[in-house]
């Protein structure tokens, strides 16, 4: 399972966009805000079957975060591969 395309996902899906939606580096960017990025983190957890520490859902790493930091930090964080 590829991890950027779930979390890439995830976020259309959060958005109530086309799956084919363009999307851009940043969170901010793609209009996640604080109760979107709550969302969104929910509805990871429930895909991936993890949880987030509640340090992590601070609202400074949604102001600075990247679909790849989201992801990598999924990786690091969950021992989940990255496999396309």
Known sequence: MNITTIVEDAIRKVL???????LNEGLLENGINSLRFIQLV???????????????????N?????????S???INNFGISNQG
């Open 16 to 22: 109530e966009v086309p799956e084919n939606h363009p």
């Open 42 to 60: 929910i509805e990871l957890e429930l895909q991936l079957d993890i949880e987030f520490s509640d340090e992590y859902l601070s609202e400074d």
């Open 62 to 70: 949604l102001s600075t975060i990247t679909i790849e930091e989201f």
């Open 72 to 74: 990598n930090y999924i």
